[in-house]
């Protein structure tokens, strides 16, 4: 099958609007939806019926060769299987005519990619974490959602509807002016729609491909380093000396008194419970809606605010220098998973890495272990130890009295000139990764249980001639300047 290619000069990007369909659009969207999950768990259901086969056929003894042969997961295999099932398969027989074929496309689609990510999780071809065989989707818990790629997918002249397969027009929440201004001119194309049901409401994504010119940024001779934390979000410092603070709007404290109280609501009512069988009542579900309602809110609320800031990051500067940190691994600290979830620093780097690629500007990502809240951003000099409840830096090499989070995004800034490899474009992996300038902060042994750690490296007792004392700053062999 023949990939698309993006023509020169052009970007795929999703333009997304709220919908606001009928009762009977609504019902239609949620069968499309269903249709997607049904087809989805044939597919798995199809693929692992041939892999127990199997297994059961070995344990007889039989022979490698007799065995029953494995079904390939590929997707044109699968809409084969599906298309000669379908008529038959009391599963499908009686509705499958009512919607689209893009809607049982999606769930072979998603069965398909499901074993590839599992096939290469399984051949360490894929990073991240492990990924486990495909799971079946609950009728409950599956979020609905459904994608369309051939047939009419248009934004209407008036620029309130939009057009799908077989659902027909549906009125939208906010007008689509800037697209269908896009299509009108010929520098947009729309290339494919899903449909999606999240925070109480319909949502319809329109891929298309848009023609886009660089747009410069207002300072591109500027480099900015930006040091997330809970208690300020993001303190920026760029290499002109000015130091900028965003503060933390934590909507989620915010609500969080009036999130208690619709959740003690909610658990006064009679709700579901799958073991015996017992069906919500009137009363429970409207007090969950209620509780929906407040989440949705703080979600939105917070999508907002990081868009913001990063469109206004990516805007301005030339060079946006980053922390890689380990949001994951910071999730685990339960006395600050909740705040640290609720500033979203995982998202900013995700915002940042598209918004300046398509600024053309270069985003930089110092590395994990660098210690930019330990050098002193005046003298280079290096402290062996910080604790976090020590907001104000004192270097003792120089005398500087600064911010702690000033002094960290100083010193991020003094990385972008560091960072000369690669071709400067943002997510390129030989200009994103800055190279730390000093190694010992590096845990690269852990303690074995039951044996304690001694001086010296951490995991063991050092040597004699490798013991160390790290009770003053050190200076650094190599400055690094701000300008």
């Not at 027989?93 to 399984?122: H, M, V």
């Not at 907002?304 to 994951?328: C, I, M, Q, R």
Request: proline share 5%; hydrophobic share 40%.
């Amino acid at each position: 099958m023949k990939k698309f290619q993006v023509q020169p000069g052009f970007v795929v990007q999703a333009f997304r609007f709220a919908l606001d369909p009928n009762a009977a659009q609504e019902q239609a969207l949620r069968s499309h939806c269903g249709a997607a999950r049904a087809t989805y768990n044939w597919a798995v259901a199809w693929v692992e019926a041939s892999w127990w086969q199997r297994r059961a056929e070995e344990s007889y003894g039989i022979c490698e060769a007799e065995l029953t042969p494995w079904r390939p997961w590929s997707l044109p295999v699968l809409r084969r299987a599906f298309n000669a099932v379908k008529h038959t398969d009391p599963r499908f027989a009686a509705w499958w005519q009512e919607n689209s074929k893009e809607a049982y496309s999606t769930g072979l689609a998603n069965a398909a990619a499901a074993f590839d990510n599992y096939a290469k999780s399984r051949q360490a071809k894929r990073k991240g974490r492990g990924v486990g065989m495909p799971r079946f989707k609950s009728k409950r818990k599956a979020r609905l959602s459904c994608r369309f790629t051939t047939g009419t997918i248009r934004v209407e002249t008036g620029g309130r509807h939009v057009t799908l397969p077989r659902l027909g027009t549906i009125r939208v929440h906010e007008p689509t002016g800037k697209l269908l201004a896009r299509v009108q001119a010929g520098t947009a194309r729309i290339l494919s729609a899903t449909v999606r049901h999240e925070r109480g409401r319909w949502f319809v994504s329109l891929q298309a491909e848009v023609k886009r010119d660089l747009a410069r940024v207002a300072r591109p001779d500027v480099a900015v380093g930006i040091d997330l934390g809970i208690k300020t979000l993001a303190v920026m410092a760029d290499s002109t000396g000015e130091i900028r603070e965003v503060p933390n709007p934590r909507y989620l404290d915010a609500a969080l008194k009036e999130l208690c109280r619709v959740s003690r609501t909610v658990s006064r009512r009679r709700g579901p419970d799958r073991r015996t069988g017992q069906q919500p009542s009137r009363r429970w579900e409207k007090a969950n809606k209620a509780r929906n309602r407040v989440q949705h809110r703080i979600a939105n609320l917070r999508e907002d605010a990081l868009h913001k800031l990063t469109s206004a990051v990516a805007a301005e500067y030339g060079t946006v220098v980053v922390e890689d940190l380990n949001v994951a691994g910071m999730l685990r600290n339960r006395r600050l998973a909740r705040r640290i979830a609720d500033a979203g620093f995982g998202e900013i780097r995700r915002q940042l890495t598209y918004k300046t690629r398509r600024n053309g500007c270069r985003l930089v990502a110092a590395d994990r272990w660098f210690p930019s809240s330990k050098i002193c951003s005046g003298c280079g000099a290096v402290k062996a130890k910080l604790p976090l409840h020590i907001r104000i830096y004192h270097c003792d090499a120089c005398g500087l009295v600064l911010d702690r989070d000033a002094n960290a995004a100083h010193n991020l800034a003094a990385l972008a000139a560091a960072a000369v490899t690669g071709t400067g474009v943002a997510a390129d992996p030989d200009a994103t990764k800055a190279s730390k300038p000093r190694g010992a902060d590096r845990k690269t042994r852990t303690t074995p249980p039951g044996r304690k750690a001694g001086r010296g490296r951490a995991g063991g007792a050092a040597l004699p001639h490798q013991q160390q004392t790290e009770t003053r700053d050190r200076p650094q062999t190599e400055a690094l300047t701000l300008w």
